[in-house]
């Protein structure tokens, strides 16, 4: 059992590292929580693999420095798709009416 979460740090440090990937989406990719890929690339990769911590300790850091930025294009999305809808809705009903 030891060997096997070993390894799976250091997939997971790959992974992030050639996908510049965020630890949401390496979870997903892995079909594991959150949490679990934070303590996987935080903990046990820095003694399993320190070099392979280092680079991913910086994509991760790079990942944190932008969620802001990622949140607040996330939201102005939301809201433009759901602008569109209701501009289709409204079409639609004026088809409808004539």
């Known amino acids: ?4 979460v070993e390894e799976r740090a250091a997939m ?3 992974y992030i590292i050639e996908s510049k990937a965020t630890v ?22 820095r003694k399993v693999n320190p070099a392979l911590y280092r680079e991913v300790r910086q994509i991760l850091e790079t990942n944190k420095s ?5 949140g607040g294009m996330a939201t102005k999305n939301k809201y433009l798709l759901k602008k569109q809808a209701q ?10 009416n004539q």
């Not at 501009?87 to 409808?96: D, F, I, V």
């Open 24 to 45: 949401r989406k390496a979870a997903k990719k892995f079909g594991i929580s959150k949490s679990t890929v934070h303590k996987d690339v935080s903990q046990r990769l």
């Open 87 to 96: 501009e289709r809705e409204k079409l639609k009903n004026n088809e409808q």
């Open 66 to 70: 932008e969620r802001h930025i990622r």
């Open 1 to 4: 059992m030891k060997g096997i």
């Open 12 to 14: 997971l440090g790959e």
